[in-house]
């Protein structure tokens, strides 16, 4: 199957990407299915709402999966309770049809973007890892365990 020029870009720009750099194309396209998925709900698309929803919260889950817990401390602990807390809120658009959440969800994702791009871009104070993210998550909602179906 031949790929179009704008997927081919698409893989070079990752292969090529450092790994911060990676990690801010995770939280582009987060972001970009999450829009899709509120203009499917403002048209009532709802197959449309949940496919992009999904591959946002998949997104998602895989920064959550790539956090090295043991070398990262409190910036990785942080940044799962985060994580956590957004899939707990992406499944409100699907329970609810929830613009609302697709907003909050969208906020905390470029906060996150804007640090990374910094530590992508070498503009940090210091030379070592990046300052925790600002990202504001509710305690109570974010102690709550998260639990993701396989099934639609």
Not at 37 to 46: D, H, L, M, S
Not at 86 to 96: H, T
Not at 124 to 130: A, C, E
């Amino acid at each position: 199957m031949n790929k179009s020029p704008a997927q081919q870009y698409l893989e070079k720009q990752i292969l090529n990407a450092s790994p911060a750099e990676r990690v801010v194309l995770c939280y582009d396209g987060a972001i970009k299915f999450l829009m899709a998925a509120r203009r499917a709900i403002e048209e009532n698309k709802i197959q449309d709402r949940y496919n992009n929803n999904k591959r946002a919260g998949d997104i998602i889950a895989y920064l959550m999966d790539t956090l090295n817990m043991e070398e990262g401390g409190q910036i990785a602990s942080n940044l799962q309770r985060i994580y956590m807390y957004m899939l707990r809120r992406l499944m409100d658009v699907d329970m609810k049809n929830s613009t609302e959440a697709i907003d909050d969800v969208v906020e905390q994702l470029r906060t996150l973007r804007a640090s990374w791009e910094k530590v992508a871009k070498g503009d940090v104070s210091t030379g070592k890892s990046p300052a925790a993210p600002q990202a504001q998550v509710d305690e109570e909602e974010a102690a709550k365990p998260v639990r993701i179906s396989a099934t639609a």
